[in-house]
């Protein structure tokens, strides 16, 4: 990849900053300026290292960038690029990290002046932990992860290939698919999850009996809900902005535990059998043996 | 706590091949005589070292032993216990590592003959992996883990002692509650969660579009998703034995995640923010930051 000149990061968390930190590492990068809403964050990704100057502003972030990197929550993001609609350069490539694309996509059309609409490719790299904000970034969180991108129609070809040529500089494995295929996709087999996981946790400490509950919580029950660990901030907006794909993903889920209901209050043995082992070999099929761990 | 003289186990997988393990490992067990329905199961069990001596039968592997553990799935159980009530030795402690502890009592009780009944202290260790068969068995399972013994009225004070002293000697931490607690408390934060994660892939399985969609699943997924990995077996037996406690648990959870759809489809962004928040500060509250780990 050609070295990318000047990076402007719009949004300082685990995701920008990782990006920063990975094109830091590869010698990628020239300078990288950035900007958070809040002066404390801007300070501790100075600080980190994760960005070289900070930026009063999203419009000073931008202007004078080739590479606008958006990796704040998605129902920011609107006034984002409202807000460098007057600094973006006509060569910089503009692209983002939102876990939803169609909303992302929408915010933009309805902010970015007609001549940079274009300038836009949409993406989304699948990684992640369960941490948030600048001291969770690390340069190697995107290394064996696939970045989905959902190029618009507008983009040239050499401007979805500078995309790539980012995101395949960091390690990542890229693959395009349409916006609304990304936001199913991405329904269900990571929003949902994150749902039913915080809804678990939810559910539990409503309990009366919680304190007691908890207390015999094991290995299982760490693992099931890791993903009740991540930011509610950003979770939350995914929720809203995806909902269209989100409600009938969460409906299905409700009609298949509604289907082991029937099956537990029937004592259909056979039948609940029948599920499990179908799921326990789909999942087995999608995870190595030696990804499972004991504990 | 003294040595157990001759060990019968019932059922040679991970939770009864683990306990022989640790018993060997600590020199606190003279022979380890070992009987599943399977000879296979058994063959593979002497090979593996976690048995002395395989028996053809409940009967002949009780006889002449002065611990007998039962760690069958908790179906098979009523069946064991009619099985070995003509070779029990009077000395004989009997305890169980069933995940249910009131349908166990129940066939205990409908199988044992009045004058061994008291010999049955009924036992749950808080501890396994997805993988299960002797080949899971490992000596440091229990090592740290909770195990709750739910003791009967009748059971004599020495007697609980030796159960107590048993599951100590190979580092577990023992607790004793009401069987009925005990059914209630791991309906909640075990069977439930199980539940939801065979659920989550089986829903997912069922889409048309299942492979695609499967094809993005990553980190959080695979840890959501690993105790869908247990054994089908002996899930549908905890399902249909704590019935009685996981519908009313299951419904619990559907009204959570009914709740969360309705905030998601008025798009109440705050009434979102305050569940995800208040799940996340739960959870973190349960589990130290040293055990959350990237991807």
């Given amino acids: 990849m050609a070295k990318v000149e000047r990076l402007a990061l719009i949004g300082l968390g685990l995701i920008g900053g990782s990006l920063s930190l990975a094109l830091k590492k590869n ?4 300078e990288v300026v950035g900007y958070s809403r809040q002066l404390p964050t801007r300070l501790r ?12 502003s999203v419009a000073e972030a931008v202007r004078g960038a080739d590479v606008v990197f958006i990796a704040t929550p998605v129902q920011a993001m609107g006034s984002v690029f409202q807000a460098m609609a007057t600094a973006l ?4 490539l503009v692209t983002d990290g939102g876990s939803v ?21 949409p993406g989304h ?6 941490r948030s904000g600048p001291d969770a970034a690390f340069a190697s969180l995107f290394v064996d992860h696939r970045v989905i991108l959902t190029p618009l129609p507008e983009n040239s070809a050499a401007l979805v290939a500078r995309a ?3 995101w395949e500089s960091v390690g990542a494995v890229v693959e ?16 949902l999850p994150h749902l039913a996981a915080f809804g678990m946790v939810s559910a539990l400490s409503r309990l009366e009996e919680r304190y007691e509950v908890f207390r ?6 760490r693992d099931f809900t890791r993903i009740a660990s991540s930011d509610p901030q950003m979770w939350r907006d995914i929720c809203v902005a995806n909902r269209d794909e989100l409600l009938p993903m969460l409906d299905h889920y409700l009609d298949e535990l509604l289907r082991l209901r029937h099956l537990i209050d029937a004592g259909d043995s056979a039948g609940i059998e029948r599920l499990f082992v179908d799921a326990k070999a789909v999942r087995e099929a999608l995870y190595q043996p030696a990804q499972a761990h004991p504990d």
């Fill in 27 to 30: 010698e990628l990068v020239g």
């Fill in 45 to 56: 990704a100075l600080e980190l290292g994760l960005i070289d100057r900070p930026a009063d």
């Fill in 89 to 92: 350069e006509p060569h910089a």
């Fill in 101 to 121: 694309k169609g909303s992302v996509v929408a915010a933009a059309k309805a902010a970015l002046p007609c001549a940079q609409w274009a300038q836009f490719v």
């Fill in 125 to 130: 790299p699948i990684a992640g932990t369960e």
């Fill in 164 to 166: 790539v040529a980012l």
């Fill in 176 to 191: 395009q698919m349409a916006v609304q295929h990304h936001d199913h996709v991405l329904a269900a087999t990571s929003h």
């Fill in 216 to 221: 015999y919580a094991a290995g299982g029950f």
